[in-house]
T-cell receptor, first 112, second 111 residues
Framework: DTAVSQTPKYLVTQMGNDKSIKCEQNLGHDTMYWYKQDSKKFLKIMFSYNNKELIINETVPNRFSPKSPDKAHLNLHINSLELGDSAVYFC???????????FGPGTRLTVL | SQQGEEDPQALSIQEGENATMNCSYKTSINNLQWYRQNSGRGLVHLIL?????REKHSGRLRVTLDTSKKSSSLLITASRAADTASYFC???????????FGRGTSLIVHP
């Protein structure tokens, strides 16, 4: 009964490829986020969606395109992957107005 | 942009000892949160302290907030090996619900 789930857990791919990471939450939350955590554990917000609408886009290259088909899902598509995209990507969710976020287990992306 | 900075970056103690981690931030905040991250896992929310609160407890956790110094501390009392993890503070600026995380404190508790 995972609250926030992500797939895949690990993703190894070549430079230049396009890949997607999926996120689903079953908590009934209306706000979802994508974070990137680098090798030094710095956690940086990338996007936030509220009720399927984009509310935050934090200077992320437009190779990254989030898509929210419904309130329970926020997927991340990455085009033309670069070496610097290697990181752990976390999805999180919350209810608008509530600060406590629930995180997924992360997707470790390695670009070769 | 608003960012919490944890100190120290790494902390190594023996089981039973207390662990204290600090967080400093730059601008006024609505609240401050502490999260825990076990190796290879997502973050788990521990405690939230609002800007008008000075101290909060949850089990073996004690959080203080000093808005005049723009700093917070997380104290874990009687630490256990299972407390080994990274601990992050997250702050959100006034009028925003966007938390900004620091780089975390890596805590190792030796049995």
């Amino acid at each position: 009964d995972t609250a926030v789930s992500q797939t895949p857990k690990y993703l190894v791919t070549q430079m230049g490829n396009d890949k997607s990471i999926k996120c689903e939450q079953n908590l009934g939350h209306d706000t979802m986020y994508w974070y990137k955590q680098d090798s030094k554990k710095f956690l940086k917000i990338m996007f936030s969606y509220n009720n399927k609408e984009l509310i935050i886009n934090e200077t992320v290259p437009n190779r990254f395109s989030p898509k929210s088909p419904d309130k329970a899902h926020l997927n991340l598509h990455i085009n033309s992957l670069e070496l610097g995209d290697s990181a752990v990507y976390f999805c999180a969710s919350t209810t608008q107005g509530n600060n406590e976020q629930f995180f997924g287990p992360g997707t470790r992306l390695t670009v070769l | 942009s608003q960012q919490g900075e944890e100190d120290p970056q790494a902390l190594s103690i023996q089981e039973g000892e207390n662990a204290t981690m600090n967080c400093s931030y730059k601008t006024s905040i609505n609240n401050l949160q502490w999260y825990r991250q076990n190796s290879g896992r997502g973050l788990v929310h521990l405690i939230l302290i609002r800007s008008n609160e000075r101290e909060k407890h949850s089990g073996r956790l004690r959080v203080t907030l000093d808005t005049s110094k723009k700093s917070s501390s997380l104290l874990i009392t009687a630490s256990r090996a299972a407390d080994t993890a990274s601990y992050f503070c997250a702050t959100d600026a006034d009028g925003s619900y966007i938390p900004t995380f620091g780089r975390g404190t890596s805590l190792i508790v030796h049995p």
